[in-house]
């Protein structure tokens, strides 16, 4: 993003069999639970994020069986 945005752009990977998308992020290092965002999307925009913060980033896909849940590994960055 642009300096001074504190947004980040989320890409997941499409996955065929997926209804949906589910991104988690929280401050890297921290203990607070993850933040979950729902999206019909593979792509998703966090607005208003702490500038100059670490954040760490996950997802999974939303299949038929909602409850069924596989997240990716977290991705760090840093919000500008």
């Known amino acids: 993003g642009t300096l001074g945005s504190r947004r980040v752009?989320?890409?997941?990977?499409?996955?065929?069999?997926?209804?949906?998308?589910?991104?988690?992020y929280?401050?890297?290092?921290?203990?607070?639970?993850?933040?979950?965002?729902?999206s019909h999307g593979a792509t998703r925009t966090l607005e208003g994020l702490q500038q100059f913060a670490e954040y760490e980033f996950r997802c999974t896909y939303i299949g038929t069986n909602p409850d069924v849940v596989n997240y990716s590994d977290p991705v760090t960055a840093t919000v500008i």
């Not at 929280?26 to 729902?38: C, F, K, M, P, T």
């Open 9 to 24: 752009t989320l890409k997941a990977k499409p996955h065929r069999s997926a209804r949906s998308y589910r991104f988690g």
């Open 26 to 38: 929280r401050l890297l290092g921290g203990s607070d639970a993850w933040i979950e965002v729902n």
